[in-house]
């Protein structure tokens, strides 16, 4: 928790400084009418940022000195109290265990590769694509399986938005775009 | 209003709309009650199909999904220890319990008409208090709405539960998102970078879709989704009188409560749960008993949830403030359909109102109708895994994004804070605060600053104005007592040593 908390001040206090320095260059409200102009609300929103950013290292600094120094205090107690007072004990919630802890990183560099192609080869081809990868990363281990799912769940799902509902989607440029017509 | 209330049921009866109502219930029950996809992510995956219908049929849909995901969420709570949506976490304190015990199937008999009752006192509460709030919030001008706005903000407070300073982080950072792009009152555009995209600034959709759904995938894939649960055969016992005899007070007062908290701008179904559950262990007679799976542990969370969440529709309908993730998402589509959310909403767009108001109580009576015959359906639909389900999610939540206003650039902002969502969600940072502060922003910053040149910048006729002076006041109060009371606590730990 400490590197998460030193890393999330240190990146709002920054953030914060950075929009500041480029609030102060929108003009000023009209001097006299005690109106607000454009810079003024963002940059006390940022100036109010920054304090909450301080106040974070502060505290996280604060306290990481205080655990050690309790720490050498009361070495293992903890485990002993817990079973005596069993006597209110809220069930626990199951939480799933996480197996492939960086597999996030493939989903999404998928999510980015599958933006990035739609935008030239339209909806449909790259939702092929896409579809097929992520389910196999996902972990779906039959081939057959996934081209199935594939397929039928692109032509469900360009069937129902597109022509259904008509609601607008990317079609690529050049060829593509001629070819997605056809389809929608 | 009886008129208009049958107005919008004959509404809800066109065949269209009624199935359009009957899928929505459908789907909110199976999303709420498949653990992994809660009902702000539903309502978020589902906005897009709406863009093609009337705004009943719209709004049916979205409110429908809303109501009825909120109760299905207890399915899994009960069965498997896992909460289908995070309103029924404290379910799972009694209702996992119980079914061990051997009364599964009244566990959920309890739930569902714990939920059914709850879900139909805070409907009644909202038809009769949104015009009245409305009527009254129609004599507001600027001061009051930011007034409002800052009442809203004070949400904060309870979003972010143990840690205040990040959840501030999260709303300023929020706030500070809606700044960017054409300011309203001057015309100047701001951090747009010379992005045009920027320019009409960062839209809420991408936003939400981003923190809420993306991240979730993110987070879901990394685990192993080989099908481990599966449900028995179970006989879902609704009324078994023995037991309605000693939830019945239970019920009636969590109901109550669920609305109250619904109410207030920000908090949401998932803080009445447990705030009801715990209040009910405070009046029970038999307090040692919860947690060991008796019926009132189940009654409690789930009529207060079911009723929060239609009381915190109250002040969306009639102020335009959104009281939760997923009524902000409710909000967004308003706009998207071209209505403007706020007190005049009842006037402009009365029979669609009414409609909304009549789905709503159709929703929370086919609880006790439909929830059996869905329980047994969803023993088979289960087995539809994650690996085909969240590649499925991804892309019905570009759709949903690009077709906003037919941008990829929107699509590239919701994967952004796709990622931040993922690393707020790691680091146990409150989401929702960031979404309080992009929905709120806007009203927050126009009013105040046309508030500013309507009193001629005088900072003191703020607070000269009673209704404004009131709602900052409390507003104030509501920031100020929990930055105390978690200050007491940290000077009191170190005295009252391990607890």
């Known amino acids: ?74 070495d293992h107690e903890p485990a002993h109290i817990e079973s005596t007072q069993s006597e209110h004990v809220e069930t626990e919630i199951l939480e799933p265990d996480v197996v492939y802890p960086s597999r996030y990183w493939v989903i999404f560099g998928l999510i980015i590769l599958y933006t990035f192609l739609m935008g030239y080869i339209g909806f449909a081809l790259s939702t092929l694509l896409f579809i097929f990868f992520a389910t196999k990363v996902m972990g779906m281990q039959k081939w057959l399986s996934s081209l199935m799912t594939t ?20 079609r690529g440029i050049g060829l593509f775009r001629e070819l997605s017509f056809l389809i929608y | 209003m009886w008129q208009d209330v049958l107005g919008g049921f004959a509404a809800v009866f066109e065949p269209v709309h009624l199935l359009i109502l009957l899928s929505a219930i459908f789907i909110g029950f199976l999303g709420g009650a498949l653990p992994g996809i809660s009902g702000t992510m539903l309502v978020i995956i589902l906005l897009p ?41 404290a379910t799972v304190f009694d209702g996992y319990p119980m079914a061990q015990k051997g009364q599964p199937g009244q566990a959920l008999g309890v739930g569902i008409l714990s939920s059914a009752t709850g879900g139909l006192i805070g409907t009644i509460f909202l038809i009769f208090l949104t015009p009245i709030l409305a009527s009254i919030a129609l004599r507001f001008s600027a001061p009051e709405y930011f007034a409002l706005a800052a009442l809203g903000l004070t949400v904060v407070a309870s979003l972010s539960g143990k840690d205040l300073i990040k959840g501030f982080i999260g709303v300023f950072f929020g706030l500070f998102i809606a700044t960017i792009g054409m300011d309203a009152l001057s015309g100047t555009p701001r951090f747009h970078f010379g992005n045009n995209n920027l320019m009409t600034g ?91 799976g008796i019926p009132e542990g189940i009654a409690a969370p789930e009529s207060a949830n079911n009723a929060a969440a239609m009381g915190a529709l109250v002040p969306l309908f009639a102020l335009g403030i959104p009281g939760s993730a997923t009524t902000a998402v409710i909000l967004g589509a308003f706009i998207l359909h071209g209505l403007q959310p706020g007190p005049n909403l009842l006037v402009t767009e009365r029979p669609l109102m009414y409609a909304i108001f009549a789905g709503l109580l159709i929703v929370n ?21 994650y690996t085909i389900l969240g590649p499925i999610i991804v892309v019905l939540c570009l759709i949903g994004t690009y077709a906003v206003r037919n941008s990829l650039f929107d699509v590239w902002i919701m994967i952004l804070f796709g990622i931040i969502g993922y690393y707020f969600e790691h680091i ?37 104005r009673p209704i404004t002076a009131v709602l ?28």
């Open chain 1, 151 to 170: 397929v039928i769940s692109t032509g469900a799902i360009i069937f129902i938005f597109a022509n259904l509902l008509s609601v607008p989607l990317p």
């Open chain 2, 49 to 89: 199909i709406t863009y093609g219908m009337d705004t009943v049929g719209a709004f049916l849909m979205l409110t429908a999904i809303y109501a009825s995901t909120v109760f299905s969420g207890l399915i899994s709570a009960i069965m498997f220890r896992t909460p289908g949506t995070p309103e029924a976490i």
């Open chain 1, 1 to 74: 928790m400490f590197v998460h908390n030193m890393i999330l001040s240190v990146v709002t206090i920054v953030f914060s400084i950075v929009f500041l320095i480029y609030a102060n260059t929108l003009p000023e409200g009209r001097p006299g009418s005690g109106t607000w102009g454009p810079g003024a609300w963002p940059a006390l929103m940022l100036s109010l940022l920054l304090v909450m950013g301080i106040l974070l290292l502060i505290k996280t600094v604060f306290r990481r000195k205080k655990e050690q120094t309790e720490d050498q205090e009361t």
């Open chain 2, 202 to 292: 960062v839209e809420l959709i991408p936003v939400l879709i981003g923190l809420f759904a993306i991240s979730e995938i993110l987070r879901k894939s990394r685990e192993d989704h080989h099908l481990k649960q599966t449900l028995g055969k179970v006989k879902t016992k609704i009324f078994d009188s023995k037991i309605i005899k000693t939830i019945v007070p239970t019920i009636a007062r969590s109901s109550l409560l669920g609305t109250a908290i619904g109410i207030l701008p920000g908090v949401g179904a998932t803080t009445a749960a447990m705030l009801s559950y715990s209040e009910a262990v405070r009046w029970s007679k038999r307090p040692e008993k919860f947690g060991t």
């Open chain 2, 365 to 385: 009576a086919s609880i006790v109708l439909f929830s059996k015959p869905f329980i047994s359906l969803f023993a088979k639909l289960m087995k539809v895994p």
């Open chain 2, 428 to 464: 146990k940072f409150p989401l929702a605060t960031v979404i309080l502060g992009v929905v709120l922003g806007p009203i927050a910053e126009s009013e105040f600053r046309r508030g500013l040149q309507m009193v001629g910048g005088d900072y003191a006729a703020f607070f000269s």
């Open chain 2, 472 to 499: 900052l006041g409390i507003a104030v109060l509501l920031i100020v007592i929990p930055l105390l009371k978690s200050l007491f606590k940290s000077r009191r730990k170190p005295s009252e040593g391990v607890n």
